[in-house]
């Protein structure tokens, strides 16, 4: 293990980037809202560094509604093809708006459309509104750059627990938990 779950997990996901066939960024993210209703979905981790895990999103997403009445977050990474997973849990805080333009910039042209042409989490009376919205936007940025929609834009997931999970034989697996105390990591093995 390194000497912070952070540097472990960019490992972990540089070793994912090179032999997870499928999406290695995928990420589960668990949300409560009001109601105490739990909710799972999977996004796309588009940043890590040692202030924490980003991801993307509409802000009028269910998502985004839930971690504004909570911003009590857990997240998991599973690669099945290294036998591994990393759950992540923590505090989710919005991006700032400079992190969140650079990345819209970066972000393929009709991706950049959809996210304009998207209600993300509302009702779609049928396929051919959202193609008509894709159209309309389409042709109101059809030359320059798109700017990134008031609507849209990231949340760090701060951790302060962080568990390894490495499958082992006979499901003895290894187990590692990260725990942030006062400002500092310490870690301990956990049965299987």
């Known amino acids: 293990m390194s ?10 996901l540089k070793e994912a ?7 290695p960024a995928a990420m589960s993210v668990a949300t409560v809202d009001e109601h ?9 981790l588009r940043g890590l560094d040692e202030r924490g895990l980003v991801f993307y999103t509409n802000l009028g997403s269910r998502k985004a509604a839930d971690l504004r009445v909570n911003p009590r977050v857990a997240c998991c990474l599973h690669w099945k093809s290294l036998a591994r997973q990393v759950r992540v849990e923590g505090q989710a805080e919005l991006v700032s708006d400079a992190e969140a333009d650079a990345y819209f910039a970066s ?4 991706s950049q459309i959809g996210a304009w042409a998207s ?3 509302q009702p779609l009376a049928g396929r051919f509104d959202l193609e008509k919205r894709v159209a309309r936007y389409a ?14 834009s990231g949340f760090r997931v701060v951790p302060n627990r962080v568990e390894f999970w490495e499958e082992g034989h006979f499901r003895l697996h290894e187990r590692t938990n990260w725990v942030l105390d006062d400002g500092a990591w310490s870690s301990h093995k956990l049965f299987p």
């Open 3 to 12: 000497s912070s779950p952070i540097a472990q997990l960019a490992a972990w």
């Open 17 to 23: 980037e090179a032999r997870e066939p499928s999406e």
């Open 36 to 44: 105490g209703q739990p909710s799972l979905r999977m996004v796309l």
């Open 107 to 110: 972000r393929p042209r009709d």
């Open 119 to 121: 209600k993300q989490s």
């Open 139 to 152: 042709a109101t940025y059809l030359v320059g750059a798109v700017p990134r929609p008031p609507f849209w």
